[in-house]
């Protein structure tokens, strides 16, 4: 499964299509995570490779892994310095006014006992900013490539929702909750990352489209 899943590799880093649905950790409703999977990915290295960000459950595509203890601070730290170019796909309800733009929009995380945790635009929570463009639009439904600039839970989610104001399709937090069983993929997709190392060639990598894409008519929408 995984080998088919490697889009970049070499001696301190791996990029890996991380499908939807699958969890980063273990927690007591989560059946199986990234970290059970981790220990086959070490492709004969003595440790399994680190994730060194994160990506949601239900968002598929682009994940770096990090296969040493040093590699792994450098990346975190060009994660913190916003050095790490990152562009999502994602399919929305609805068509945006503009072409393109840019969404200014600070977050802050709330939680509840009956709906959990989720993340609300608030001018005093933490700065958060992503750049958009539209890719395609057809039968009342857009194609957008979004580019964050900072790394906030749930930041494209919200922006996407509450900035644009067109939710995610399938966003079981932020978008039109479907009648229960009719719910399909959350449409969002981690389609490219890249870090540039100095010396180094860069790390570029970029994840396929999944099927639930083509599914929803927009399977070329990747440019």
């Known amino acids: 499964m995984w080998q088919d899943r490697i889009l970049f590799e070499d001696g301190e880093a ?3 299509d991380k499908p939807a649905g699958l969890a980063m950790h273990a927690g007591p409703r989560t059946r199986e995570s990234l970290e059970d999977y981790l220990v086959h990915l070490r492709l004969g290295f003595q440790r399994p490779p680190q994730p060194v960000h994160r990506l949601d459950r239900d968002t ?3 994940l770096l892994l990090a296969r040493n203890p040093g590699s792994a601070k450098r990346f975190q730290q060009a994660f913190e310095a916003g050095a790490v170019e990152k562009r999502y796909l994602a399919i929305v309800e609805g068509v945006p006014d503009a072409s ?5 929009m600070a977050l802050a995380k709330i939680s509840s006992k009956e ?3 989720r993340m609300v635009p608030d001018e005093r929570g933490k700065t958060a900013a992503t750049r958009w463009r539209l890719v395609a639009q057809r039968d009342g439904r857009s194609a957008i490539a979004f580019e964050p600039e900072t790394g906030r839970a749930h930041q494209v989610r ?4 509450s900035g644009l104001g067109l939710p995610i399709v399938g966003d079981p937090v932020y978008g039109r909750r479907p009648p229960r069983g009719s719910g399909g993929p959350m449409l969002l997709h981690a389609l490219a990352l ?3 190392r100095g010396a180094k060639p860069p ?5 396929p489209l999944p099927p639930s894409f083509a599914y929803a008519g927009f ?4 440019d």
């Not at 399977?219 to 990747?222: S, T, V």
Request: proline share 0%; net charge negative; charged share 35%.
């Open 14 to 16: 791996l990029v890996i």
């Open 158 to 161: 919200v922006h996407a929702a």
């Open 203 to 207: 790390i570029d990598a970029r994840a």
């Open 100 to 104: 393109d733009g840019r969404i200014d």
């Open 219 to 222: 399977g070329d929408a990747e």
């Open 60 to 62: 598929s595509g682009c």
């Open 115 to 117: 709906e959990g945790w």
């Open 194 to 196: 890249r870090l540039e």
